[in-house]
């Protein structure tokens, strides 16, 4: 499954992304949840194009990538 997959991909980052087709993601994870940065999801322009980019700017480094996969932005997308 990609969460498993995921979670495979955090043996070597120390954070993940599930990049979706439209610059947002699906995914976030983080392999010490409890150091995550308190920025972690501030100033993100959420249903954007650059919602990924703004919030891999805060996640702890090296930051992997899994499956781009569509993301959920209004009821539409369900």
Same mark, same amino acid.
């Given at each position: 499954?990609?969460?498993t997959c !995921?979670?495979?991909?955090?043996k #070597?980052?120390?954070s993940v992304? =599930? $990049? !979706?087709?439209? =610059? =947002?993601?699906?995914?976030? =994870?983080?392999k010490?949840?409890?150091? !995550? $940065? #308190?920025?972690?999801?501030?100033?993100v322009?959420?249903? &954007?194009?650059?919602a990924? #980019?703004?919030?891999?700017? &805060?996640? $702890?480094? $090296?930051?992997?990538?899994?499956? &781009?996969?569509? @993301?959920? @932005?209004?009821?539409?997308?369900?």
């Amino acid at each position: 499954s990609h969460i498993t997959c !995921a979670f495979r991909t955090l043996k #070597q980052s120390a954070s993940v992304l =599930g $990049p !979706a087709p439209d =610059g =947002g993601y699906w995914l976030v =994870g983080l392999k010490h949840p409890a150091r !995550a $940065p #308190q920025t972690l999801f501030q100033n993100v322009r959420w249903s &954007t194009c650059h919602a990924l #980019q703004d919030t891999a700017r &805060t996640l $702890p480094k $090296p930051t992997a990538l899994t499956a &781009t996969l569509q @993301d959920v @932005d209004t009821s539409a997308d369900l």
